[in-house]
């Protein structure tokens, strides 16, 4: 060798090319761009023979096929050459080796290879090793793993990621800081706030797109400047064969993304992504060619359908270039040091769709560690810790004992309003009155009510938009539909009174059904125009035993809809239960000579079947807050997840006619009419023949 140079021979690796290699001008003319060169730095390190580093004056890999000496041969191997004195001008630095003076800068995977180093300097050393050998050095015992940053030692460095090997002494001194600022910053000019928000759905258009900035890149981290309130780090990894966990870490809403490698480290911020090795490793199987990960902070996006509150108003969105789900090796997201004592914190995620997020339980798991919240997510999209007022959870236990309630209840009053069914289209003997049809009505509404809200669950499980939209419509129409048969039978009660039995409306029937079906119709079609209609939950103490349905995402559409229009029904239908009651009673003291005998008890059976006709139980939604509210559930999912059990119970007493009734049933309606004031089951009973009208 006719010149003065170092050579580090690192054994341990493979390169198999036949290039003869001449002389120094071969190297040269065999020189990759640098565009290549990192890709053949890899293949070097990683094909399993020999590999040498040649501190020169230019930059660059040949192949060479030749016996160097006996001691040192270099057959079937790969030549690295290297610029003495080499600073960060050139565009590979992070990756490549650097050699200035006598010290071997090197980056933290190459320390990790299994690497024995030969030192040569000195002139002719191709004839002679024996006077050039100047170091002897295995980096797996030099620069052993574990070993940490030593921050004083690095102060007056020219590097800050690199290990940095002293061949004379061979010593080696982590300078490599766990935290890293990425190399270069990308610019992105678009406008994303929208009145002091970020705009969700031009989010996740920039998320959509963030693959494209890669060949941008000259480094292997870049900083995204975006704008006001969203701040992203990307790192791209040059060798899919050298793929491991990244982690990306700050401390407050204010401070920037920082690159964190060391585990010990990443556990001083309050907020850290880590992203997996398996992530990694599924973009490189579907074809992602320079697999990469980009974390971007969103802060006050704009809120969803409920205005849920967002921990801190921050938004994490991760992308990666391709669909990456069903992780074993979970996302991790970490959120330290917050005191939310008034609410719950759950792990959400939104897959992007749509104008505003709709956040979802699916593929997040929530742990809580005193003020420290886990999110562990099996996929890659935007995520949120979303806080729940403990006003609006339960605890698992009761939410669980409900649960089963409901799930009882409204099997057994499918069944047994099915029975009333049949028993009415089927094996009904006598002519069917006013009230008996308008009972049946009625009774449609709570089938289908029960009906949908017993596989409510099951379809909100499927996680399908549209199918989830279309079950929360039903649902909802079906119970806007029983209100307003709450209220058509409250009507028909206070008709019934105030005409003294005679209704002569024509065809008044079929005008109660128009309006008692229509009428939710057009309000489901206009909730349905709005969006309003998706997944929701009901939220527990603890967010593995959350419940998820489909129904109004928007809570102020609930208020208005539901709660405005059974407020309006129950007031009427309450009302009218109070002054008939009152009436009835008063009369029924004055008939003393009435025979009492087992009166009481079909007087119980008919005032509770009064109250379940007309919707009264479901008042106690109005008490089911403060010290009330667990109470007041309780009472309510019994009496209405149970009220067709209760009303066919009702059906079934008051349609018992004795063979006295049915002898009666011929007289006049001027007997009916006696009837009615002289006891208190006449008066709701669907079968006494004076309801029978004239009109129908």
Not at 443 to 457: E, G, M, W
Request: hydrophobic share 40%; charged share 15%.
């Amino acid at each position: 060798m006719s010149r003065q140079s170092w050579m580090i021979q690192l054994v341990g690796f493979m390169w198999i090319f036949h290039v003869s290699l001449g002389n120094r001008n071969v190297g040269k003319n065999h020189m990759h761009p640098n565009s290549q060169q990192n890709t053949k730095l890899s293949e070097c390190f990683n094909s399993g023979g020999r590999c040498y580093v040649v501190a020169d004056n230019f930059y660059g890999i040949i192949s060479a096929s030749m016996n160097f000496t006996a001691k040192l041969e270099v057959a079937n191997s790969c030549i690295i050459f290297l610029q003495k004195n080499e600073t960060r001008q050139k565009p590979l630095w992070k990756r490549w080796p650097q050699v200035k003076n006598l010290f071997l800068y090197i980056s933290k995977d190459l320390t990790k290879k299994d690497m024995f180093i030969i030192a040569l300097n000195g002139q002719n050393c191709l004839n002679s090793t024996e006077s050039c050998v100047h170091g002897n050095i295995s980096t797996k015992t030099v620069c052993e793993a574990g070993t940490k940053y030593n921050e004083s030692s690095c102060k007056d460095k020219d590097y800050n990621d690199k290990y940095i090997i002293n061949i004379k002494s061979n010593a080696c001194v982590n300078c490599d800081n766990p935290v890293k600022k990425p190399d270069e910053t990308i610019k992105i000019n678009k406008t994303f706030d929208d009145n002091g928000e970020v705009d969700a759905s031009k989010a996740a258009e920039l998320m959509s797109g963030i693959e494209k900035l890669i060949s941008q890149m000259n480094g292997t981290s870049a900083e995204l400047s975006i704008g006001k309130g969203i701040e992203g780090v990307l790192v791209r990894k040059p060798d899919p064969a050298e793929l491991n966990e990244v982690s990306f870490a700050y401390m407050d809403p204010n401070d920037k993304l920082k690159i964190v490698e060391d585990p010990e480290t990443l556990k001083t911020f309050s907020r850290s992504v880590s992203i997996s090795k398996e992530a990694f490793e599924k973009a490189v199987s579907l074809n992602i060619s320079v697999p990469f990960a980009a974390v971007l902070r969103f802060m006050n996006m704009s809120q969803d359908e409920n205005n849920s509150t967002v921990l801190n108003n921050e938004v994490v969105a991760i992308e990666m270039g391709a669909e990456i789900k069903n992780l074993s090796d979970t996302i991790s997201i970490n959120f330290k040091n917050f005191n939310f004592d008034r609410f719950h914190p759950n792990c959400t995620s939104w897959n992007g769709e749509g104008s505003k997020p709709n956040w979802t339980f699916k593929g997040c798991e929530t742990i809580l560690i005193g003020n420290n919240i886990k999110c562990k997510c099996s996929h890659l999209t935007f995520f949120a810790v979303l806080l729940t007022p403990i006003n609006e959870t339960i605890s698992s236990y009761d939410l669980n004992t409900l649960t089963i309630i409901t799930q009882v209840g409204c099997g057994l009053s499918i069944f047994f309003l099915g029975i009333v069914l049949f028993m009415y289209f089927l094996i009904r003997k006598t002519p069917a009155s006013t009230a008996t049809q308008i009972l049946i009505h009625l009774i449609c509404a709570l089938f289908l009510l029960n009906l949908t809200f017993l596989v409510n669950h099951f379809v909100a499980n499927l996680h399908s938009r549209v199918g989830c939209q279309v079950m929360a419509a039903l649902m909802h129409y079906s119970m806007l539909a029983t209100f307003s048969w709450f209220a058509a039978q409250g009507f028909h009660l206070c008709l019934q009174l105030y005409k003294g039995g005679h209704v002569t409306i024509r065809r008044y029937v079929l005008k109660l059904s128009v309006i008692s079906w229509t009428l939710p119709i057009i309000m489901v079609i206009t909730v349905g125009s709005l969006s309003k209609y998706g997944e929701q939950t009901i939220y527990a103490d603890n967010p593995q035993n959350n419940v998820a349905m489909c129904w109004i995402t928007d809570n102020n559409i609930h208020y208005i809809v539901n709660i405005g229009y059974y407020s309006l029904v129950f007031l009427f239908t309450f009302t009218t239960v109070i002054i008939t009651l009152s009436w009835l009673f008063c009369l029924k003291r004055t008939k003393a000579a009435n025979p009492q005998g087992n009166r009481s008890g079909i007087s119980i059976v008919i005032v509770m079947g009064l109250c379940f006709q007309l919707g009264v139980t479901w008042g106690f939604a109005f008490f089911a807050y403060g010290s009330f509210r667990i109470p007041a559930t309780y009472i309510f999912t019994i009496l209405n997840s149970f009220q067709g059990f209760f009303l066919f119970i009702y059906y079934y007493k008051t349609t018992r006619v004795d063979p006295n009734s049915a002898n009666a049933k011929g007289k006049g309606n001027s007997e009916s009419i006696s009837t009615l004031k002289t006891g208190l089951e006449s008066v709701v009973n669907p079968y006494q023949s004076f309801e029978k009208d004239k009109g129908m």
